[in-house]
Nanobody
Framework: EVQLQASGGGSVQAGGSLRLSCAASGFTFDDYSIGWFRQAPGKEREGVSCISSSGGSTFYADSVKGRFTISSDNAKNTVYLQMNSLNSEDTAVYYC???????????????????WGQGTQVTVSS
């Protein structure tokens, strides 16, 4: 059974950092791209960062470039999202998702992703 478990969210002060984790199981990790997506109230779901599980290709939304870093640990079947310099605009539910690599574009489009974790809340306070 394909499972994705997102964790690491919480409440932080503006300027602070969090590291989100997406633990994957039930599928061949190397065959998939993993993405982080977020949705804030009243806003569209957006791709934050995506990575091929081999680490050979990454994508970042313009709003997070220079602040967020995506990485994968294939031995642990886990993808991380290191989030630094957080601000209130980063407040959202963050989801990790997976799709077969050959079905994914070179961007980070949520509608392309088939398997989804439960999401983890990130709240940034001033």
């Amino acid at each position: 059974e394909v499972q994705l478990q997102a964790s690491g969210g919480g409440s932080v002060q503006a300027g602070g950092s969090l590291r989100l984790s997406c633990a994957a199981s039930g599928f061949t990790f190397d065959d998939y791209s993993i993405g982080w997506f977020r949705q804030a109230p009243g806003k569209e779901r957006e791709g934050v960062s995506c990575i091929s599980s081999s680490g050979g290709s990454t994508f970042y939304a313009d709003s997070v470039k220079g602040r967020f870093t995506i990485s994968s640990d294939n031995a642990k079947n886990t993808v991380y999202l290191q989030m630094n310099s957080l601000n209130s605009e980063d407040t959202a539910v963050y989801y990790c998702a997976a799709v077969l690599r050959y079905l994914a574009s070179h961007g980070c489009t949520w509608s392309e992703y088939e398997y989804w974790g439960q999401g983890t809340q990130v709240t940034v306070s001033s």
